[in-house]
Structure formats: C-alpha cells, structure tokens
C-alpha cells in the first residue's frame, strides 16, 4: 500500500473548522483513501472514505485534490468528543479489503474548550 | 445491527505463560475478520486476517498464532508470552453489511501487560 504523511498532532479550539492534511504523492489509480479516527483507550472507527471526487457524510467532508497526491479531511464544528488521533490510509478496496489496513502514526487532533 | 465483542477488556500475564484472546461477531455472517496490535506510543500493526472458516493468513513472523474455528469467532494465542507481546490487541471485521461502504468495524479491544 502507497505511503501517507500526516502531521504529528494539529490544535484547535471548540465549534471551529479542523483541516486535516493527508499527503500520498505515490498514490495509485486505484487506491481509495480511508479516514479512521481512535479516542483514548478505544478501537478505532470509520470516518469516511473517497477515490476521486469529494465526499460527505455525518461526520465529516473529504476533500480529494485533483491530482489525488493530497486530501484533506475537514470536521465542520469541532467538539471536544473529536479529540482523537486521525489516521489517513490508502487502501486499493473501497472498504479496506481482506488483507486488512495499513495504520500509519496518524495525526494527533487537540481541542480546546 | 453488528456487535463485535472482545474479551478479556485487560489482561496481566507473567513471561512465559500463554495467552487466549476471543473476539466474536453478531449479526452478520462470513466476516473477514482481523487482529491488529498497538505498542505503547505506536501505531496499529495487523497481525492476522481471516477470510473464512479455518483461513488464516499471518502478516508478520512472531510467537502469536490465530485461530478461526466457527464463522464468527477469531482466536488470538501463543504458547509463551514475551514482554514484546504487551500491548492493544484488537480485532476487527469487514463485510457487505446492506450498507454502501465495507468499512473496519473495530471492538473494544484488550489491554495485554505481560510482565
């Protein structure tokens, strides 16, 4: 699976917009990018998912650069239950695949109340 | 709705004694089923996958075996532990569930101290 670089840890402050970065320049054509989030002392969970064009769901927006070497998952009002450790990962299934996913150090997100 | 299930939630083990690890699925049937590990301080490593019934596939060599002998039960082992071996062991599964997506569905996970 192609490589992510996140950044190690991003502050924000409550009910404002976080932007995360994901960059995988060696991505391929048929790699989907998976966001996973884990709080403190839990599994981690689904966030949301894309291959070309923007995504939105619930709990987040995806957006996917056009030459999808970067994407950026965006949380439109940040609480503090998103503080978390976000993980960016490429992926060539839509839904992980059964060989299972390949967890980077991911960013860690702060928020302040 | 899917319920994944995981116990022991936290463990103590001396060095050298083994290690039983279950994980259970409800309300789905033929999951692939997953056991990832995460060291203090790092991120998750996947250990093991299973695509079906006594299908087993290892991703890194280590003291650990898996285990799946009924659909919807994965079986994490090893005959003597090593303190390498502490960490968050956690199991996860993938299926078409109804849904668009066929996302990681992760449990609770188990805490494993071997001292």
């Known amino acids: 699976d192609a490589k992510t670089t996140q950044p190690n840890s991003m502050e924000s402050n409550e009910e404002e917009p976080v932007h995360l970065p994901c960059n995988h320049s060696t991505i391929s054509g048929t790699d989907y990018i998976h966001w996973y989030r884990q709080l403190p002392s839990q599994g981690p969970e689904y966030v949301i998912h894309?291959?070309?064009s923007n995504v939105n769901n619930r709990m987040a927006s995806l957006a996917i650069a056009e030459d999808r070497k970067s994407s950026t998952l965006i949380l439109h009002r940040a609480t503090l239950r998103d503080a978390a450790v976000y993980y960016c990962?490429?992926?060539?299934?839509?839904?992980?695949?059964?060989?299972?996913?390949?967890f980077g150090k991911g960013t860690h997100l702060i928020i302040q109340p | 709705s899917q319920t994944i299930h995981q116990w022991p939630a936290t463990l103590v083990q001396p060095v050298g004694s083994p290690l039983s690890l279950e994980c259970t699925v409800e309300g789905t049937s033929n999951p692939n089923l997953y056991w990832y590990r995460q060291a203090a301080g790092r991120g998750l490593q996947l250990l093991f996958y299973?695509?079906?019934?006594?299908?087993i596939s290892s991703e890194v060599p280590q003291n650990l075996s898996a285990s799946r002998p009924q659909d919807r039960q994965f079986i994490l082992s090893s005959k003597k532990l090593l303190l390498s071996d502490s960490g968050f062991y956690l199991c996860?599964?993938?299926?078409?569930?109804?849904?668009?997506?066929?996302?990681?569905?992760f449990g609770p996970g188990t805490r494993l101290t071997v001292l």
């Open positions: 299973s695509v079906g019934i006594g299908q």
């Open positions: 990962i490429l992926d060539m299934y839509s839904g992980g695949g059964a060989d299972g996913l390949t």
């Open positions: 996860a599964w993938s299926g078409l569930a109804g849904g668009l997506t066929n996302e990681q569905f």
């Open positions: 894309g291959l070309t």
